[in-house]
């Protein structure tokens, strides 16, 4: 089995920054793809970042230009760097990582357990 656990959420102000890291731990083997998604109250959960096994990099469109995506396959570590927050980006933000991708086109076969994020106004 694969465990995520997220780390850096927190309270900042809009138009701050805030970076977030997920450690991936156990059968690291099957991780070849790592990211983001995020889950507002009612709201559906939604990818922010990702990529794929050939290290192809998904942004969705109300990131572009704002977070960054990096990972460090040494530490099996994902960041999530978010600058520019908006109050519209507060959420609870979950790690996901799997051994094919991690972007549009399937569900990601590990969560963590989610980190929440709060902008204020």
């Known amino acids: 089995q694969v465990q995520l656990v997220e780390s850096g959420g927190g309270l900042v102000q809009a138009g701050g920054s805030l970076r977030l890291s997920c450690a991936a731990s156990?059968?690291?083997?099957?991780?070849?793809?790592m990211g983001w998604y995020r889950q507002a109250p009612g709201e559906r959960r939604e990818l922010v970042a990702g990529n794929n096994a050939a290290g192809k990099t998904t942004y969705a469109d109300f990131v572009k230009g704002r977070f960054i995506i990096s990972r460090d396959n040494a530490k099996n570590t994902v960041y999530l760097q978010m600058n520019s927050l908006k109050p519209e980006d507060t959420a609870v933000y979950y790690c996901?990582?799997?051994?094919?991708?991690?972007?549009?086109?399937?569900?990601?076969?590990?969560w963590g357990q989610g980190t929440q994020v709060t902008v204020s106004s």
């Open positions: 156990g059968s690291t083997f099957r991780v070849k793809a």
């Open positions: 996901a990582a799997d051994p094919l991708r991690v972007d549009y086109r399937r569900l990601p076969d590990y």
